[in-house]
């Protein structure tokens, strides 16, 4: 299995890494070194700017979340990062719950599943 964020996409929500049995996501600064360590395609790694839209739609949604914040404190803030991709049983628990419906995970078949926000 391949897991990736979209990183520009990623609100810093941290429902994936809250949901995931298996611990595919880790939390990352956004101003670190391993914000882009997964196997996300060159056109969706960090490279500084959050998504006009989905940044537009969240920022100011008051829901206990630091959504764009730079480190993960307190349970949400940072972004995340598939780190153990091979580690996903496809239960699809992160799926639903991505704010930013920015995870992309590809099975052993090339079959791809989306986010999609529920
Ligand atoms: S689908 Fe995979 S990455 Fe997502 S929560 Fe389930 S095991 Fe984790
Ligand atoms: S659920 Fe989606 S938006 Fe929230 S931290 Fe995970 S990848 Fe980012």
């Keep these: 299995m391949k897991v990736w964020v979209n990183k520009p ?3 810093g929500c941290a429902h994936c ?3 995931c049995p298996v611990a595919v996501f880790q939390m990352k600064d956004r101003s670190g070194a391993e ?3 997964d196997v996300a395609p060159e056109e969706q790694q960090w490279k500084g700017q959050s998504d006009p839209a989905v940044k537009a739609k ?6 206990g979340h630091k959504h764009f914040a730079d480190k993960y404190e307190d349970r949400s803030g940072g972004l995340s990062v598939a780190v153990s991709g091979d580690a996903c049983i496809l239960c699809q ?3 639903v719950e991505c704010e930013g419906e920015c995870i992309t995970i590809t099975d052993d078949n090339g079959q791809t599943y989306q986010s999609i926000y529920k």
Excluded: G, I, P, Y
């Design 58 to 63: 969240w920022e100011s949604v008051q829901d």
């Design 9 to 11: 996409k990623c609100t």
């Design 93 to 95: 628990a992160c799926l």
């Design 17 to 19: 890494f809250d949901v």
């Design 35 to 37: 914000a882009n360590a």
